[in-house]
């Protein structure tokens, strides 16, 4: 028994050895086949159709793989070859190679890297055809332009950098056109007069409403001007006179400054300037107002008047030219007093003025429009107040006189353009129109005149052909002892059916800045006030919606603020468009 007993056990050791002989083989054989793969890697001499030339034995007509290590003894020599019966062929085989953990594909060390880098290198190769291939996929203009010009103006302004062909095709007259007539504008304020550190810093503070964003625009063009007007004309903005310091330039000085003529043009869509015609007359703060006209519209061309005429310049009494009176104040003054107040306002007008028709050049369709800028009042070259006018045509591109303010009307405080009308507000609570069409100045007798404090003069606006007139006046405490008054600013309407000033709105701030300004385009009214408290400038940005005129909305902080110094207060101006 125990003779047996041993027998078995001595072919049971037989056995493990033979087994742990057949995984030395499996090992060895594995090393060999990858080195040889590794040597003929980079040969595809042989290769046909992505398959070896030297593994075709390994293949039947069923596609599977014939090679594989057998446990047997057979294999016990290592140099014995593989062997293949043409019996085999056309059966598919699987690997018969023992255990898992023993077995020998040759997919896993030969052909199956092969296959793989092949198909990788074949997806590389299309992922690159089709990113060099879209590059050269271009959207139609016609379908570009309709998408760009339906983007806000901040992303259309970063659009332009993506490429030369978005720039171009984002500035064009066409294009432009297109985002002014459709619904894909938002209204702007842009802010000028900033001065920092007593010096005029040139900067244009740009409030993005919709969004309450602002933006800082470099403009060196202003750098060292002040006390101009400006007015927003379509995409443009309009900057029209103004003061310079002489000795220090850049600081605001009234000491020793300059009067400008010049007018300037700042596109905020295509962040370009440009200058335009001189005016007759340098001024400072002038009364602008600006006007939309057909085409065919009648121009009005200045002539010298029959009073001109008869008192050319002379030198009575010794007095040269040289310390003439400039403006002739004194002349219109003897003219004007030989004939009544409502004369004054038709006659020498009508008689100094003739209208023609003016054929243009534009390019335009026959139902496009021109635009007149309006500018009236302001102070001239020796600080004194003038009662001059000028008008410029767009299509002209040029400036021509237009009559004066009406005699005794006092200086102009703000004017405003309402349907076909000029409106002018003075100092003396006098309001006057200018005709555009007819080319003359008529005086309006309102009732009641809005009270006011003598300090804040009244500001002008208009609103989808409405007028409006903001004041302030004292409100009274209620009757309560020891209730002081308070000064509120009241929003007035004028019926221009029957002259009748009614309170349409109080404004919800206190009045703090008597510079302030509102103005309006299209059915908002906008209102910027700035003051400076315990050092510092604090400004208030206001709208309201005509449609609810009683109900006012704050829409920016004072951050913007801050770092301005208070004569900002005094040589702001503001402009809105909706770009």
């Known amino acids: 028994m125990f003779s047996g007993r041993l027998g078995a056990d001595e072919s049971y050791c037989q056995d493990l050895q033979n087994l742990s002989v057949s995984k030395r083989l499996v090992r060895s054989f594995s090393q060999?086949?990858?080195?040889?793969?590794?040597?003929?890697?980079?040969?595809?001499?042989?290769?046909?159709?992505g398959v070896s030339l030297r593994c075709l034995n390994l293949y039947g007509r069923g596609?599977?793989?014939?090679?594989?290590?057998?446990?047997?003894d057979d294999f016990g020599d290592s140099n014995s070859r593989r062997r293949s019966s043409a019996s085999d062929e056309g059966k598919g085989y699987k690997p018969i190679c023992g255990p898992e953990e023993t077995a020998v594909d040759c997919f896993s060390y030969g052909v199956k890297d092969r296959f793989w880098r092949r198909h990788n290198r074949k997806n590389s190769e299309l992922e690159e055809f089709l990113t060099n291939n879209t590059m050269h996929i271009f959207l139609p203009d016609d379908i570009l332009e309709m998408c760009l010009v339906r983007l806000p103006l901040t992303s259309l302004m970063n659009a332009r950098l993506v490429c030369k062909k978005w720039r171009s095709l984002t500035t064009?007259?066409?294009?432009l056109q297109m985002r002014r007539e459709g619904s894909y504008q938002s209204p702007w304020l842009f802010l000028f007069g900033a001065v920092k550190d007593g010096f005029c810093s040139g900067e244009i503070h740009a409030?993005?409403?919709?969004l309450n964003q602002w933006h800082r625009i470099d403009a060196h063009f202003l750098r060292g001007r002040f006390l101009f007007s400006v007015a927003g004309i379509h995409d443009d903005i309009f900057i029209v006179g103004g003061c310079s310091s002489l000795t220090n330039f850049g600081k605001v000085d009234r000491s020793s400054y300059r009067t400008h003529k010049g007018v300037l043009v700042f596109s905020p869509l295509t962040k370009s300037w440009r200058k335009m015609p001189y005016m007759k007359y340098a001024r400072s703060n002038p009364i602008l107002g600006v006007s939309e006209v057909s085409l065919d519209f009648p121009t009005c061309?200045?002539?010298?008047?029959?009073?001109?005429?008869?008192?050319?310049?002379?030198?009575?009494?010794?007095?040269?030219?040289?310390?003439?009176?400039?403006?002739?104040?004194?002349?219109?003054?003897?003219?004007?007093?030989?004939?009544?107040?409502?004369?004054?306002?038709?006659?020498?007008?009508?008689?100094?003025y003739k209208f023609v028709r003016q054929k243009s050049d534009h390019s335009s369709s026959k139902g496009s429009k021109r635009f007149l800028l309006i500018a009236v009042g302001g102070l001239g070259s020796w600080d004194e107040p003038l009662d001059s006018g000028e008008i410029y045509d767009s299509v002209s591109n040029k400036w021509t006189e237009i009559p004066r303010l009406p005699f005794d009307f006092g200086v102009a405080r703000s004017g405003i353009v309402c349907g076909r009308m000029f409106y002018v507000y003075s100092e003396t609570d006098k309001l006057a129109a200018y005709d555009i069409e007819r080319g003359f100045w008529i005086g309006i007798q309102t009732t009641p005149i809005p009270p006011r404090v003598h300090e804040y003069y009244p500001i002008l606006v208009s609103s989808s052909g409405r007028l409006f007139m903001f004041s302030v006046s004292w409100c009274e405490g209620d009757g309560q002892i020891g209730q002081r008054n308070k000064a509120v600013r009241k929003l007035w309407e004028l019926d221009l059916t029957y002259l009748t000033w009614t309170e349409a709105s109080v404004h919800p701030d206190a009045p703090m800045d008597w510079s302030a300004i509102f103005l309006s385009d299209k059915n908002l009214i906008f209102g910027v006030e700035m003051f400076k408290i315990f050092g510092r400038v604090l400004g208030f940005f206001t709208v309201c919606d005509v449609s609810d005129i009683t109900k006012w909305n704050h829409i920016s902080g004072n951050h913007v603020t801050h770092e301005l110094d208070g004569s900002s207060c005094l040589t702001k101006s503001v402009a809105v468009l909706h770009l």
């Open 32 to 49: 060999r086949l990858k080195k040889k793969n590794n040597r003929n890697a980079g040969e595809e001499d042989g290769d046909v159709n």
């Open 207 to 210: 409030l993005d409403v919709s």
């Open 172 to 175: 064009t007259p066409r294009f």
């Open 63 to 72: 596609g599977g793989c014939k090679v594989g290590a057998d446990t047997s």
């Open 301 to 352: 061309q200045s002539h010298q008047s029959r009073q001109d005429r008869r008192f050319p310049r002379s030198r009575i009494g010794g007095i040269s030219d040289v310390y003439e009176d400039p403006h002739k104040l004194s002349l219109r003054r003897h003219c004007r007093s030989s004939i009544n107040e409502t004369e004054a306002l038709s006659l020498p007008s009508r008689k100094a």
